[in-house]
């Protein structure tokens, strides 16, 4: 390198250096050098556009009170001339844009909002460009304690149906609530789903309601927020009795023959209804028709016991007959009954038709046709393969249709001659199983079976939340909707296994789980167990929707109770907070009609969402002053009346004098 160029390098190095540590002070750089031909360096100075936020400031809280608007200074300055301010606002917890391209000017404000905020401010210099800096900040107000909204205190369902009743409770502060109903057992509380920002729907349901369920039913329903806030509502539930309908019995086609073996129909037709028994009960009343007129025998009215022996020349017939049963109304008809349509109360009547063939030489039935034809099949699980078959009986008979799967009646087919029967195997079936259908004449029979290779469709995956509950069915299959009863009182495990409660296997596995939670002494080592139902009752051997513990840990405790400082389980329920709710009185809630919890007033401030309505002492001297004012008024009359009856009194008195 010649002489000339250490030089010049050295010179632009100094420079260099007296600007960086002469002009920092004053001004903002951004240096970017490079070096062009034979050792000259070229240095680019750039000089920097600096906006400073001071308000709101870069990850600060502030704290408001509820029902205040949240009004923060915006205060901000920049290092150049500026002639145009902007700012733009993002709720970043919502993702929304509250505020695009808002023209402002330094030393204002702003309005936030709730959470988390992204303020970003724009500066225009003067004849340059925009240049923009950010600041993210956070509005905090305390918590408020959910509402309960948009249900009735008193709801009507009928028995043998399932209530579904929806209600909601809106929480300000976004939490994802946690219900409950008390006592549990028919009606049970959906979890929560949060579709909005501030409401959770919930449902009141049952599965199908007995006999056993009629009545009025006083239940609670709660709602409790992460900070254990909750809001409670009674609701009665009133189950209305029906007059259930009798269930009876298909009889199907029926065969005699004219003499020898099975030469008399003795049949009696099977009937159970709810209210009123059983045939031997003598409560139902029967009736037998003749759909040709025939009338060969008939039926016992009170029993629905047949017997009949044909007679020569009464061979060779098919014949057609109704029976029918009739049960009783109701004693008690509930005032609201019309909510049950078409059930109202009055008597049911349910009836069925059968054949009745008369042979000398009764020949069994036929399969003349089926479809597949090929009776070793491969099946998908989900997928729905179609069955049918064509009978024929040369005595005239219109044999039975039944269709099994894996010997268990799955269809019963009535007077038809051909039947197709669609059929899948579901998600999580595989192996091989079987179809078969068997048609009969009451007598003899034919039959004729598929074997099924299926192969398994992973069923789709349901999250159950700790609780019970899971969807409903869809998509054409069941899936189990768990829900359980509260839990047990909690039970000593050293105590029950000594008296036999608990087996030995059972005692280990508890005391596992109490060392797992912490519980190492054995007088505070418990559980408790409860009972869970499917209420959509899929009846699977291997549930699809698993079915939730029934058992669990619990710390034990003498003599649980409504004032032990403990949230437990007692009295046939369990408590919603620390000795409040379920089977102790009601939790402090922001409805109750009460000043507790903290509250500025009855069910205002604190942790209530309501803000109290300000005190106006003007309100009570304005009532002060109406009041003087009327007495003054009353004080002026009676002073005019006093004046008129003394100038009343002197004129006469003058007269008086006048006259003497």
Known sequence: MRKEDVFSVLVLTLVFVFIVYMG?????????????????????????????????????????????????????????????????????????????????????????????????????????????????????????????????????????????????????????????????????????????????????????????????????VSVVDVENLTDSQNVTIVV???????????????????????????????????????????????????????????IGSSDGVMNYSPTLGEEGETYSLTVCVEDNPLGNVHENISLCSPRDGDVEIVCDNFTLTVTDENRPPNITAYTPVNTSLNMTGTVTETFSAWVYDPDGTIPDID???????????????????????????????????????????????????????????????SGGGAAASSGGYCFESWFCDDWNVCQNVESSFYLGVLLKEDYIFSKEICLQNGEEDARFCGFQITNCYDLNACERSDPIVARPEEKRFCSFTENPSCSDRIKNCHGGGCELLIDCGGPCSACSTCSDGLQNQGESGVDCGGPCPFICEPEVPFAIISKTLIVLAILALLLVLYLLWRMFLLSKKENEDEDENKSA
């Open 240 to 298: 209305i009795e029906i007059n259930n309908p009798p269930v009876v019995e298909d009889i199907g086609a029926q065969t005699v023959w004219l003499v020898g073996e099975n030469s008399s129909f003795d049949y009696r037709f099977d009937v159970d209804d709810v209210e009123d028994g059983i045939n031997e009960d003598g409560n139902l009343t029967f009736n037998l028709t003749w759909d040709g007129g025939e009338n060969l025998f008939d």
């Open 403 to 465: 269709w099994y799967v894996d010997d268990v009646l799955i269809e019963h087919n009535e007077n038809v001659p051909s039947d197709s029967f669609n059929y899948s195997f579901e998600c999580g079936v595989s192996g091989n199983h079987s179809i078969e259908i068997v048609t009969t004449d009451g007598l003899l029979n034919d039959s004729q079976a598929w074997n099924i290779s299926v192969s398994s469709v992973d069923c789709p995956v349901i999250p159950v939340s």
């Open 24 to 220: 920092t002070s004053l001004f903002s750089f951004a240096f970017t050098g490079y070096v062009v031909d034979d050792g000259i360096v070229q240095i680019d100075v750039a000089i920097s556009r600096i906006i400073t936020i001071f308000s709101p400031e870069d990850n600060a809280t502030y704290n408001f009170d509820k029902g205040d608007p949240y009004i923060i200074e915006l205060n901000v300055s920049a290092d150049f001339d500026v002639d145009e301010w902007k700012y733009g606002l993002f709720d970043s917890r919502h993702g929304v844009v509250v505020e695009n391209d808002t023209a402002f000017v330094p030393n204002s404000s702003i309005v936030a909002v709730r959470w988390d905020n992204i303020l970003t401010v724009y500066a225009h210099e003067v004849d340059g460009e925009w240049y923009s800096q950010s600041s993210l900040f956070y509005v905090n107000i305390s918590n408020s304690a959910p509402i309960l909204s948009n249900f009735s205190d008193l709801i009507y369902v009928c028995e043998a149906e399932s209530l579904e009743y929806e209600i909601n409770a809106t929480d300000i502060d976004e939490d994802d609530l946690i219900g409950d109903i008390s006592p549990k057992n028919p009606f049970y509380l959906s979890i929560g789903i949060r579709l909005n920002w501030t409401i959770n729907y919930f449902n009141i349901i049952s599965g199908a309601l007995g006999k056993d369920d009629v009545g009025v039913h006083n239940e609670t």
